[in-house]
């Protein structure tokens, strides 16, 4: 009888302890306003000053200067501030490749949209380089075949913009034709080109198909934006121009 009593209250014990399933009723929300109401906790505020300080220093640490507006609007086919991103990027770029492979860069070419803020006359600082290029892009070489560079010279005339293309080339539209030349020589159906850009377009961003699957790609391991602050850096004042390396002579 005391073994049946023992197992009766076991069984009861098991039976309360079970799990059930669980049901989800409802789910509310509740909207909280970011306002003046809002004050910060003087604690945190001390922790993260010190850091705070460091990153406003170096942002706006003066890297250069320029004597005009630079922007990706002043030209039809071309902008002051895309001839000068896609100039200098080939000059921090081209050195790093000539040592590794042996050969040059025929030329550069990176996407309109890519450009993301101007500079006004004055003072270039570090913050003015995160605003131009605030993403982590890396700057690659694709060596494309002839037809490859048909196929960008196709796409440039459909797409009608300021795609920033470095002064190597030299692109003339014409009602009905067209003339691309790079470092002043016709397309040679027989050579290969390596061409600057993006990590980003090489994977065929803004539909630059061109970029993707080349005979050889190479990465520099440099970032756009590295190559940005090294060039500011290195340079007292910034000069560029509008100077017909991409234009519609129809127009």
């Known amino acids: ?23 989800l009723i409802k789910i509310e929300g509740k909207l909280l306003p970011v306002n003046s109401e809002i004050t910060a906790k003087p ?3 001390n922790f ?44 921090r770029a081209n050195p790093i490749f000539l040592s590794r492979t042996k050969k040059n860069i025929d030329f550069s070419m990176f996407n309109f ?6 500079i006004t006359k004055g003072n270039v600082t570090t ?6 290029m605030p993403f982590e892009n890396s700057l690659v070489v694709v060596e494309l075949s002839a037809e490859k560079i048909y196929e960008l010279i196709d796409y440039l005339i459909s797409q009608n913009r300021a795609h920033p293309i470095s002064k ?3 692109f003339q539209i014409n009602k009905g034709s067209h003339s691309f030349k790079i470092n002043s020589k016709e397309i040679d159906n027989t050579k290969t080109y390596f061409v600057l850009t993006s990590d980003y377009l090489q994977n065929g961003g803004d539909s630059m198909n061109f970029f993707k699957d080349p005979i050889n790609l190479y990465k520099l391991d440099y970032k756009v934006r590295n190559s940005i602050i090294d060039y500011f850096s290195e340079t007292d004042t910034l000069t560029t121009k509008l100077d017909g390396r991409f234009k519609n002579t129809a127009l």
Do not use: W
Not at 3 to 21: A, D, G, V, W
Not at 58 to 72: A, G, H, Y
Not at 113 to 118: K, M
Not at 127 to 132: E, G, I, T
């Open 43 to 45: 604690s945190i505020e």
């Open 113 to 118: 949209g890519g450009i993301r803020a101007g």
């Open 1 to 23: 009888m005391k073994k049946f009593i023992l197992s009766f209250f076991l069984l009861i014990l098991l039976q309360s302890c079970k799990n059930e399933p669980q049901h």
């Open 48 to 91: 993260i000053k010190p850091y705070k300080e460091k990153v406003d220093n170096e942002m706006s640490k003066v890297l250069s200067f320029t004597p005009i507006d630079l922007n990706r609007y002043d030209g039809e086919l071309e902008s002051s501030l895309g001839n000068l991103m896609a100039d200098l990027c080939f000059e």
């Open 168 to 170: 190597h080339v030299k």
């Open 127 to 132: 913050q003015h380089a995160f605003q131009l």
